[in-house]
């Protein structure tokens, strides 16, 4: 018997390959996450913020707290609750249960006080890496 590829034709195949990437895009497209979240929703209208916007809010928070390099931050929203992953370039003086209790505090009031969200996910913090100390004259 031979094999499926010797009996198909050559515009057969391509007709396959074609629909087949088709699909995969069409999946691609169903599975990505939205460029924009919606914090609140009324009669008058909506309240949208961008995922980079939000992610920019966090990442200039934590930059803001000293022993801090540099931060990213990734929010997605399961359930109705937006869950938050900040990955940290830390300096070698940090003090890092002091910066995880801060942190911790600090993104839970932007979501509430700025963005209006009352019930928030996890919040987790990864250090990833480790910033020379900065040299002052």
């Known amino acids: 018997m031979p ?6 034709s050559p515009t057969a195949l391509a007709f396959i390959a074609f629909w087949g990437v088709l699909a995969l895009v069409v999946v691609f497209l169903v599975l990505r996450a939205p460029s924009s979240l919606i914090l609140a929703r009324s009669e ?6 961008s995922r980079e916007a939000l992610h920019r809010v966090l990442e200039t928070c934590c930059e803001q707290v ?5 931060a990213r931050a990734r929010v997605s929203r399961k359930g ?6 900040l990955r940290l370039r830390i300096r070698p003086d940090a003090r ?10 600090e993104i839970g009031e932007i979501y509430r006080q ?3 969200v009352k ?3 996890r919040i987790e913090i990864k250090v990833v890496g480790v910033a020379p100390h900065e040299s002052g004259f």
């Open 3 to 8: 094999p499926l590829i010797d009996v198909l």
């Open 44 to 49: 008058q209208g909506r309240l949208e913020i």
């Open 66 to 70: 000293r022993g801090i390099a540099s």
């Open 80 to 85: 109705g609750l937006f869950h938050t992953e």
């Open 96 to 105: 890092l249960d002091a910066i995880q209790g801060y942190l911790t505090e």
């Open 114 to 116: 700025n963005l209006g």
């Open 119 to 121: 019930e928030i996910g």
